[in-house]
């Protein structure tokens, strides 16, 4: 029975409003007492001494709110023949005013004031355990009064415990609760790490409802308030429940995306979480307003968000499920905590801490769900990422198919103007046939061999896009890279300086790293078209830097003209009519793969690329 106690003080099962003390070691924890209700709130201990009208009610006191003072009264008497050591406790910390009378032949021999709304003689707030020793000789009688006044409720127990069964009480509701709020602390600290890695949004919201309700939960279940030196700060510390109900709003709307399945009920459920958050601050100053604005809209709000995640599992959210589960958890929890603090319910181990099993579920159950989320996001990166890559190519493709083009005007025409002087001179049998026939002859062969040369080139590029690692000349590749778009440079008369050690050598994807380069070379030869730039320059110098290789594209097209130079890497911008996606594509898939940078800025004249690899 001892264990027992210790575990749920029940240990021994005593009714009557006289306890009767036969033994040494007997903790009384369940007995009936007399009850009386002040509404005046101007009786004292000796009016209430006179009444006769008591009634009878059990020490599980669950009354709700009630008007007024709350007056307990029970005896306690020694039949056995040594001094009786007992104390006088009420298991809830933080209870609004409460005195503690003990009375002996008429007489006080001990009292005790307490609560959040009485001040000790240092000016603290003397909210901790009411708690009185109890000194009893052979056959002595005690009476025991208890006043008890709240603006919120009364619910507490009021047990006679031997000191060595209240100090183990105290060591395992400490010991348990420890336990508790660790294990949500170290899960607080577990998100706020992935959100430190991630910068995901939704893990801010549920640190920010989690650690609120952290700090709710100590409020309510430890003597947290007796470190505060005003009512104002005690207020203040309330006041994190809204803050609680108002994150626990935020992080609902955004775990189930509801703004995308139905957009307005979305917005109303962040102007109502925004309402909430706005309501916390002012419940810090005035918190009976604030509780009593939120409390029809907490009698409304947890349901629309359980039947809204219902339909959204109706219509395939996959997060959904976890958000059923978990609200319906804690709203059973809740309803059974709100019914006892109602005094609806008797005041239990199991009605008063219930609550705290049902939310611990819903919090693991929502970092299931984020975990679940970001699973689902990091899978839908992915596939967006492999689309990319097969974009990247088909642009690569693309624009190899227009290069092309731009490189093999000059030589078909070439050729057939061969073909045309050829079939001329053969006309008018020109006399030197022959040797007109030679020369266009070697011309057209020449020409022939260019557009060969240029199609496998472009051809091994492509063809190599996806392979691995492999060791090559800096140098050689930029000049490779470079004579793809002779044709360009000559027609635009841009002027090519490339500065680079002819003994730099890159192990690494090549065809990764030759897409990079040209779609820079083109995006310089776009900018000297579209600005007509007069005597046209790309300066390339490349140089090492311990174990760094830079890479500088420079040319004189006047530079970057956007407020935030970055914005030139973002996906459709464009300012010809080209695509948008080269900077793009080269930016955040191209040099990630090279676990390289890609930056630019304004420089001199123009605008300088740097790749650092």
Excluded at 293 to 311: N, R, S
Aim: glycine residues 4%; contains cysteine; neutral net charge.
């Amino acid at each position: 029975m001892r264990i027992l106690f210790v575990i749920f003080l029940f240990t021994v099962w005593v009714f009557g409003s006289n306890i009767i003390i036969e033994d040494n070691d007997i903790s009384y924890e369940n007995f009936e007492i007399n009850f009386y209700q002040d509404k005046s709130k101007k009786l004292s201990l000796e009016d209430i001494q006179n009444i006769k009208e008591f009634q009878k009610v059990n020490n599980n006191i669950a009354l709700g709110k009630q008007e007024g003072n709350i007056w307990l009264h029970f005896s306690i008497k020694n039949s056995t023949q040594k001094i009786q050591k007992r104390v006088l406790f009420m298991t809830e910390p933080n209870l609004w005013d409460i005195e503690l009378f003990i009375i002996a032949d008429k007489k006080i021999i001990s009292t005790q004031i307490v609560g959040q709304n009485i001040l000790s003689k240092d000016g603290k707030i003397a909210s901790f355990y009411p708690e009185l020793e109890i000194n009893l000789e052979a056959g002595e009688s005690i009476d025991i009064y208890i006043r008890s006044f709240s603006p919120f409720n009364h619910t507490f127990k009021v047990v006679v415990p031997t000191n060595k069964d209240l100090i183990k009480y105290k060591i395992l509701k400490n010991s348990l609760l420890s336990l508790y709020f660790g294990a949500i602390g170290a899960l607080l600290l577990y998100n706020l790490f992935i959100y430190f890695s991630i910068r995901d949004k939704n893990y801010l919201l549920y640190i920010g409802f989690v650690f609120f309700y952290l700090l709710a939960q100590v409020q309510l279940t430890t003597p947290f308030n007796s470190l505060f030196t005003s009512m104002q700060t005690t207020f203040a510390i309330a006041s994190v429940h809204i803050f609680w109900i108002a994150f626990h709003t935020l992080f609902s709307v955004k775990l189930l995306n509801i703004k995308e399945y139905y957009p307005r009920l979305g917005q109303y459920l962040l102007y109502t979480g925004y309402f909430l958050l706005a309501l916390s601050f002012y419940g810090i100053f005035n918190l009976e307003i604030a509780i009593q604005i939120i409390h029809p809209i907490m009698i409304v709000l947890p349901f629309v968000l359980l039947f809204t995640a219902i339909v959204l599992h109706i219509k395939k959210n996959k997060l959904a499920i976890f958000y059923i589960v978990a609200q319906t958890l804690f709203l059973t929890s809740s309803l059974i905590f709100g019914l006892l603090f109602a005094g609806i319910l008797e005041y239990s181990n199991l009605t008063r801490y219930i609550h705290l099993v049902g939310s611990f579920s819903e919090i693991i159950l929502f970092s299931f769900a984020l975990g679940y989320k970001t699973r689902l996001v990091m899978q839908e990166n992915q596939k967006q990422k492999e689309l990319v890559d097969e974009y990247s190519k088909f642009s690569f493709l693309g624009q190899t198919v227009i290069n092309i083009y731009h490189q093999w005007k000059s030589p078909v025409n070439n050729i057939y103007n061969s073909i045309n002087h050829i079939e001329t001179a053969k006309e008018f049998n020109d006399k030197e046939l022959d040797a007109i026939i030679d020369e266009n002859l070697k011309e057209i062969k020449d020409n022939t061999q260019y557009l060969k040369e240029t199609t496998s080139s472009y051809l091994n590029y492509y063809k190599g896009m996806d392979q691995t690692k492999s060791k090559f000349n800096l140098k050689d590749e930029i000049v490779q890279i470079l004579k793809l778009h002779q044709k360009e440079f000559d027609k635009y008369k841009i002027n090519i300086n490339l500065e680079c050690n002819n003994d730099l050598y890159l192990i690494l994807p090549k065809n990764i790293f030759t897409n990079i380069i040209i779609i820079l070379i083109e995006n310089n030869i776009n900018i000297f078209k579209q600005r007509n730039i007069q005597s046209p320059k790309i300066d390339i110098k490349i140089i090492k830097i311990n174990d760094n290789i830079s890479i500088k594209i420079h040319d004189n097209a006047g530079g970057i003209v956007l407020k935030n130079i970055n914005d030139i890497f973002e996906k459709n911008h464009s300012i010809s009519n080209s695509t948008g996606l080269g900077l793009f594509l080269a930016k955040d898939f191209l040099i990630p793969k090279l676990k390289g940078n890609l930056e630019a800025k304004n420089i001199e004249d123009g605008a300088m690329f740097i790749i650092t690899l």
